[in-house]
T-cell receptor
Framework: QQQVKQSPQSLIVQKGGISIINCAYE??????FPWYQQFPGKGPALLIA?????SEKKEGRFTISFNKSAKQFSLHIMDSQPGDSATYFC???????????FGGGTRLMVKP | DTGVSQDPRHKITKRGQNVTFRCDPI?????LYWYRQTLGQGPEFLTY????????KSRLLSDRFSAERPKGSFSTLEIQRTEQGDSAMYLC????????????FGNGTRLTVT
């Protein structure tokens, strides 16, 4: 019940396109859903996060869509750029973000 | 704010040896976390501290793993009698501890057990 399932494992998008990464969870006690970006040799860095009281949150080119009834959430990257090429992780937590359960990651490549 | 600092960046050790990693959190952060990340996987929570108190340690992988934060500032993670399966990236993160405050991760210590 602690799992967070992420798809796809890898994604190739043309520059200017939309990148979409999906996550699903089982634990209904989860109430905090962040997305992290990780470059090779670096630690994960928080991109954007959402709580289940809203269905969508947008920050710049990054948008989280949240479907509480389906227990799914997704990250949309608009106007994808080569600099966005990285590994993206969704995560979830039920205790104000302390013990995050991460998805397996999506390796994104944006082709120029 | 110099970010979360971890030392060493890389550690190669022989099976059966003990290793210790250090983490220096962002100075005003009172919560400190340890995660483990194996190749191609997401980070896996191990333990966390509020100041010097270890609030959750049931996720430590075995009794060979232990963590301390003696003065509520830096923290150490020790692995005793290392095994090849311990090879991974060990990540430290810190946060201010206020509700929903983001975790700031360091760049990790990569452990290779030969």
């Amino acid at each position: 019940q602690q799992q967070v399932k992420q798809s796809p494992q890898s994604l190739i998008v043309q520059k200017g396109g939309i990148s979409i990464i999906n996550c699903a969870y089982e634990n209904t006690a989860f109430d905090y859903f962040p997305w992290y970006q990780q470059f090779p040799g670096k630690g994960p860095a928080l991109l954007i996060a959402i709580r289940p009281d809203v269905s969508e949150k947008k920050e710049g080119r990054f948008t989280i869509s949240f479907n509480k009834s389906a227990k799914q959430f997704s990250l949309h990257i608009m106007d994808s750029q080569p600099g966005d090429s990285a590994t993206y992780f969704c995560a979830a937590s039920g205790d104000a973000g302390n013990m995050l359960t991460f998805g397996g990651g999506t390796r994104l490549m944006v082709k120029p | 704010d110099t970010g979360v600092s971890q030392d060493p960046r890389h550690k190669i050790t022989k099976r059966g040896q003990n290793v210790t990693f250090r983490c220096d959190p962002i100075s005003e952060h009172n919560r400190l976390y340890w995660y483990r990340q194996t190749l191609g996987q997401g980070p896996e929570f191990l333990t966390y501290f509020q100041n010097e108190a270890q609030l959750e340690k049931s996720r430590l992988l075995s009794d060979r793993f232990s963590a301390e934060r003696p003065k509520g500032s830096f923290s150490t993670l020790e692995i005793q009698r290392t095994e090849q399966g311990d090879s991974a990236m060990y990540l430290c993160a810190s946060s201010s501890g206020q509700g929903g405050s983001p975790l700031h991760f360091g760049n990790g210590t990569r452990l290779t057990v030969t």
